[in-house]
């Protein structure tokens, strides 16, 4: 149920993610009505003053419950915007689209699309027709099938969650060195693993296994953009993670931008149009072999949105614009974006990262000299880094953010102590150079 005209009412979910809070905050700038979906106390999107709604619901992962919850909203108020926001609202919206439909304006791809881009051996698939270099990988579906494969894997193999739908667990996967640690770690992955397997997603609780790939001073390129329902209009930007929360993969603590990569970005056009994939999306990618390799896809708001938006890439208004189907102004709005990337900016998670520092000095699984070099970071990037939830103008989920994290930080105090022995946090090759 879309409402064309110029009252147009966005609802978020995910309000303690990075992605939610910078939506809100522009398209309140954009004078978009935006309501809030919180499900804790600490969502610090939920505490924006430019969210005009906050509703209460279960958390994401009780499925049946949040959706019954979205439909009482949908029922009360209808006609609002409805953008995904995590993994599991855009599968939860595109499954469930002919009821969410009775109540809200759908921007949703068909549920075959979702399932070639949450599932990975099938985005894999859709890469390679795409002319895209992919990692190599295995889909064993029992032990004795990983039994036969370990002697003669490319050491090390990544143990990866198939989808992160229906997960309630966040972390990238388990890392094995050879070949009696792949089977211990595997068997491990699957005791452990929470996933439900659904009609529509079959073997979710089945890992794959990839080739792992340690990267290098180049750090994980990050293509990010808008494609729209037609596949005519297009733009994206470029950036790269040079550090994340957690060891060998991790959620990124700190983005930099890129120059314009014009064959990069065509691929991912490329990717989304044999997708028949439309709205906001971020590809990521690992130098394998000395070319770009397609390791992840987006197909919804994320984390460093805000410095897409820095740099004149307006995501959640031009993904408002295609769902009312204003083509005119969307036109504009693109040719606007597509003519803007001039701005260099960083993104970074501030609070999180100094408390990712003091953690690491706790348990020495950092240098001083790569401490300071952080620190020199921060202060070098003062006037040109986008916040993940700090904001002058609207200071309060900031605050609230950081008492999410030291909230998050005690609760996982123990087990990080556990691990203090690990590998020390990576660092890309080019900060040790520039330490020198």
């Known amino acids: 149920m879309c409402i064309l005209n110029n009252d147009l009412s966005v609802l978020l979910a995910s309000a303690s993610f990075g992605g939610t809070i910078a939506a809100v905050r522009h398209l309140a700038r954009c004078n978009i009505d935006v309501g809030v979906v919180s499900s804790q106390r600490l969502d610090a999107a939920a505490w924006s ?11 994401e992962s009780q499925g049946s419950s949040f959706l019954e919850r979205l439909v009482a909203i949908g029922a009360a108020d209808p006609g609002k915007i409805l953008l995904p926001t995590s993994d599991e609202t855009a599968w939860m919206y595109t499954e469930n689209t002919e009821l969410l439909a009775r109540y809200f304006c759908m921007y949703q791809p068909s549920i075959a699309t979702l399932q070639r881009i949450l599932e990975k051996k099938l985005l894999a698939d859709a890469a390679i027709n795409a002319g895209l270099t992919v990692l190599p990988s295995w889909g064993p579906r029992t032990i004795d ?16 969650p198939r989808t992160h739908v229906h997960r309630l667990r966040s972390d990238k996967g388990i ?3 050879s070949s009696n640690e792949l089977l211990n770690k595997y068997q491990l992955f699957v005791d452990r693993e929470r996933a439900a397997d659904k009609p529509l997603l079959t073997d979710a609780r089945l890992p794959i296994l990839q080739q792992f790939v340690r990267v290098g001073r180049e750090g994980v390129h990050s293509v ?15 950036a790269t993670k040079v550090l994340q929360r957690s060891q060998p993969m991790g959620v990124g603590l700190c983005f930099e931008s890129l120059p314009a990569a014009p064959a990069l970005s065509e691929a991912v056009r490329r990717l989304c149009r044999e997708l028949e994939y439309f709205g906001i999306f971020e590809v990521e990618f690992v130098l394998f072999d000395g070319r770009w390799a397609v390791i992840d896809f987006n197909p919804r708001l994320f984390n460093q949105i805000g410095m897409d938006i820095r740099r004149g890439m307006p995501l959640p208004f031009l993904a408002c614009l295609d769902a009312v189907g204003d083509t005119t102004f969307l036109r504009e709005a693109v040719a606007k974006a597509q003519a803007q990337d001039n701005e260099r900016v960083v993104f970074c998670d501030s609070f999180a990262l100094r408390a990712f520092l003091f953690a690491q000095a706790l348990t020495r699984r950092m240098s001083p000299k790569d401490r300071a070099y952080w620190r020199a970071w921060l202060r070098k990037h003062a006037d040109d ?14 605050i609230i953010h950081s008492l999410s994290q030291l909230h998050l930080g005690v609760k996982a ?5 556990r691990l203090s022995a690990l590998d020390a946090a990576w660092t890309p090759r080019a900060v040790i150079q520039e330490l020198s």
């Open 224 to 238: 990010t953009g808008f494609i729209d329902r037609t596949g005519e209009l297009f733009v994206s930007r470029s």
């Open 49 to 59: 003053r430019h969210a005009t709604h906050v509703y209460s619901a279960p958390p």
């Open 145 to 160: 099938d990983v039994a036969k494969l370990a002697p003669n894997l490319p050491y090390p193999i990544l143990i990866k």
């Open 385 to 398: 880094a986008v916040d993940y939830a700090a904001d002058g103008n609207d200071s309060i989920p900031g």
């Open 413 to 417: 105090l123990p087990r990080f102590m």
């Open 175 to 177: 890392v094995a060195y």
